[in-house]
């Protein structure tokens, strides 16, 4: 996905390049921008210049100073908040076999993927052994198959494909500070609190719409 900051920049998802596993240890790999985020400033003549903020802009090596953040595996969707002074973006990052994610996008995190699955260890080797410091959690998340979204009865979510946050004052106050999360598989939409930078994690959502098909 691709959004633009309100200063201009331009935020582009990356997922880890494959269909399960991650087996390029790309996700873990500040040398290869899969798995990342990347942040970057368009130019007039169709070139881009690195921020100077940007997290790795002085790292040494091959780290690419383009990386925003890592550990992510398919951050499907990029959502900025319309209601946030500055900049503020949530992401939606696909799990592979038991966990979907919302994340709250920071400069310089590891969101943990090969490492982790949402909040949960998924591997011990590889780049992930010794197990990488300071791994960011989830805003919020939910398991896979026959387990409810937290706080519904809405069950078989295994695809967080689609985000926006609801910008204050266009609906009914309830829905100020708020972001609709959807999941492909099962077809519903939930809604759940952003309050906080970053956000406290989020235990329980509200179901806002069901039955929609692929959303």
Same mark, same amino acid.
């Given at each position: ?6 200063? +201009? ?38 070139? !881009? ?11 040494? +090596? ?51 993927? !090969? ?47 689609? +985000? ?14 708020? !972001?609709?999360?959807?999941? !492909? ?31």
């Amino acid at each position: 996905d691709l959004a633009f900051a309100p200063d +201009g920049t331009l935020f582009i998802t990356f997922g880890d390049g494959s269909t399960g596993g991650d087996p390029l240890n790309a996700s873990q790999d500040l040398s290869n921008p899969l798995g990342d985020i990347i942040r970057i400033k368009p130019e007039v003549d169709s070139t !881009y210049s690195i921020p100077p903020d940007n997290p790795f802009v002085q790292a040494s +090596g091959d780290t690419l100073p383009e990386i925003w953040a890592s550990g992510l595996r398919n951050p499907f969707r990029i959502a900025p908040d319309p209601n946030a002074a500055g900049t503020r973006f949530y992401l939606n990052d696909v799990g592979q076999g038991v966990w979907e994610e919302v994340d709250e996008l920071q400069a310089g995190a590891d969101f943990g993927w !090969y490492c982790r699955e949402g909040a949960h260890d998924n591997s011990t080797s590889g780049k992930c052994n010794p197990r990488p410091a300071n791994m960011i959690d989830p805003v919020f998340e939910y398991q896979h198959g026959g387990t409810n979204v937290p706080g519904t009865t809405v069950s078989g979510c295994n695809s967080i494909t689609g +985000g926006a946050f609801v910008p204050n004052g266009v609906w009914p106050a309830a829905y100020n500070g708020t !972001y609709l999360l959807a999941d !492909y598989i099962c077809g519903a939409m939930f809604r759940i609190p952003t309050t906080g930078t970053p956000a406290a994690p989020i235990t329980s959502a509200f179901a806002f719409a069901t039955s929609l098909g692929g959303s």
